[in-house]
C-alpha cells in the first residue's frame, strides 16, 4: 500500500504564507497524479489543486487561483502547495491524495490519500 503523509500546516495570519508538503512512503520509478483537497468544518471535501504525472499541467479551483502554486519535487513521489495571501476561509484539514493514473478534480478519481493537516487562518 502507497502511504502519504503530509506537513507544513499551522496558524498564520490573513495575508501571510505556508508552504504544505507530501511524500509517499514507497519510491518507485513511476510517477503518480497528485493533488490536494480540502475540509473545513461542516463543509463537504472540496478540490484544491492537482498536477500531472509528468508536471507539466496544473490545475486549480477558482477561489485559489492566483494564490496557491502546486509543483512537484524531484523525486516525483513528492508534491508541495505554495499558499500565498492566505484568507480565512482558507481554513480548513487539507488532504493529499495521489493516483497512477491520469489526473482529476474529483475524489473518487484518486486512490491514495493522506491524513490530513490543520491550516487556519486568522483574521
Known amino acids: 500500500q502507497v502511504q502519504l503523509v503530509e506537513s507544513g500546516g499551522g496558524l498564520v495570519q490573513a495575508g501571510g504564507s505556508l508552504r504544505l508538503s507530501c511524500a509517499a512512503s514507497r519510491r518507485t520509478a513511476s510517477s503518480y497524479a497528485m493533488a490536494w483537497f480540502r475540509q473545513a468544518p461542516g463543509k463537504e471535501r472540496e478540490f484544491v489543486a492537482a498536477?500531472?504525472?509528468?508536471?507539466?499541467?496544473?490545475y486549480y479551483t477558482d477561489s485559489v487561483k492566483g494564490r496557491f502554486t502546486i509543483s512537484r519535487g524531484n523525486a516525483k513521489n513528492t508534491c508541495s502547495l505554495q499558499m500565498n495571501s492566505l484568507k480565512p476561509e482558507d481554513t480548513a484539514v487539507y488532504y493529499c491524495?495521489?493516483?497512477?493514473?491520469?489526473?482529476?478534480?474529483?475524489?473518487?478519481?484518486?486512490?491514495?490519500w493522506g491524513q490530513g493537516t490543520q491550516v487556519t487562518v486568522s483574521s
Open positions: 498536477i500531472s504525472r509528468s508536471g507539466g499541467s496544473t
Open positions: 491524495a495521489a493516483d497512477p493514473a491520469t489526473v482529476n478534480d474529483y475524489e473518487g478519481g484518486y486512490a491514495y
